[in-house]
């Protein structure tokens, strides 16, 4: 797979992450072929019903996280359309390669990557450079910190650091590319957000509207022993009402390979995470209670609850400055496609490949039909 085919398979992987976001957070409209101003990455909703209680499935959560994913997407094609493709000032005609006594030139090498996606390379190239000379004719600049404060705000938005790396690595991408990406996007949200209005009123109604999914519903953080019989489940029952301890008993019988080396630890779940029976007997318990063994389609559990977190209903007061924040964002992804394509329409372009392009296509045209005899 080439590297412009990768790119194009990142951004598909983020489309496709996008179930479950804001309803006020949307990807941007696309603008003459140009890639996406914003994707939104939201967690996917499985069905856990036939998965056995784990650290993994504790993970799941019904909060709804985003991040953002600037506009030039770097590919190794940046590299080669800026500078000679290996640099220095020798001849396009040096080899770079044989076959069988047959030379591959640096010249060879360089027409065929730029075929292969240097026209959508260069043109986000453009458009970075128009954003940068926006910016900096704006007075803005954008600093290590403010990368860092916009990733861990992105990071804040994952129930865990696990729910964000794993949102990474099906976009098919790393902490480092998303540190990369971040600094155009915050360039055109400052530039921007001076532009945008969000009203009291617009802030009202996105809680009204969403309130429900804004409150934090009740959480239970529980350890488990997971055994293959009633038997064993009620011996180690027994054990543990004797004075044993938990976690190395579940270290050392529980059949739970995803909680195990943890000490029987799932973490914090809510409502609609685990399997049904576990879920039941577990939020009925007290702190520091144990259950009864309680069969699954995958054994017998023990449970003990470790910690619990009441449903908290949400405020506009707390909820204020967060909403207020999404929303302009919002209005900023909403403004970017009109404010870029302006911007390059008053702008003096030159584009070789583009003109190159243009000239194919004319001559295509200009050519006489050949007829069959």
Do not use: C
Not at 103 to 115: G, H, N, P, V, Y
Not at 217 to 227: F, G, K, N, T
Not at 332 to 350: G, N, P, R, Y
């Amino acid at each position: 797979m080439n590297e412009k085919e990768n790119e194009t398979n990142k951004e598909n992987n983020l489309e496709e992450l996008k179930n479950g976001v804001d309803e006020g957070v949307d990807s941007a409209e696309r603008h003459e072929g140009e890639h996406d101003e914003v994707v939104s990455v939201g967690s996917t909703d499985n069905d856990n019903s036939n998965r056995p209680p784990s650290s993994a499935a504790a993970t799941k959560s019904n909060s709804k996280p985003w991040m953002y994913v600037s506009l030039g997407l770097a590919i190794l094609l940046v590299i080669v359309l800026v500078a000679p493709p290996f640099g220095g000032a020798s001849s396009k005609n040096d080899t770079v390669a044989t076959v069988n006594g047959v030379a591959i030139t640096k010249d060879k090498l360089f027409d065929s990557m730029s075929e292969l996606g240097g026209k959508q390379t260069l043109d986000n190239l453009i458009q970075d450079e128009l954003i940068m000379q926006a910016a900096d004719k704006d007075g803005i600049k954008v600093t290590d910190a403010d990368v860092e404060k916009e990733i861990t705000s992105i990071k804040g938005r994952f129930p865990t650091e696990a729910d964000f790396n794993a949102a990474l690595q099906q976009a098919n991408m790393t902490l480092d590319d998303l540190k990369k990406q971040t600094p155009m996007q915050l360039r055109i949200r400052k530039i921007l957000e001076p532009k945008v209005t969000v009203t009291d009123k617009e802030i009202k109604d996105y809680f009204d509207k969403n309130k429900a999914s804004l409150g934090t519903p009740l959480q239970v953080r529980a350890s488990h022993i997971l055994v293959a019989t009633e038997k064993e489940a009620e011996d180690i029952l027994k054990e543990l009402k004797a004075g044993g301890d938990f976690a190395a008993i579940a270290k050392a019988k529980s059949t739970d390979p995803g909680s195990k080396a943890n000490g029987g630890d799932l973490g914090f779940f809510g409502a609609g995470a685990m399997d049904p029976a576990f879920e039941k007997a577990a939020f009925a318990l007290k702190k520091d209670e144990l259950s009864a063994p309680v069969k699954t389609s995958f054994g017998y559990h023990i449970i003990k609850v470790t910690d619990r977190k009441e449903a908290k209903v949400a405020t506009l007061d707390e909820e204020k400055a967060k909403i207020k924040d999404q929303l302009v964002n919002q209005k900023v992804q909403e403004l970017s496609a009109t404010w870029l394509a302006d911007l390059k329409a008053k702008a003096k372009i030159t584009n070789t490949l583009d003109d190159k392009e243009k000239a194919a296509a004319a001559a295509k045209t200009a050519a006489p039909a050949t007829t069959t005899p």
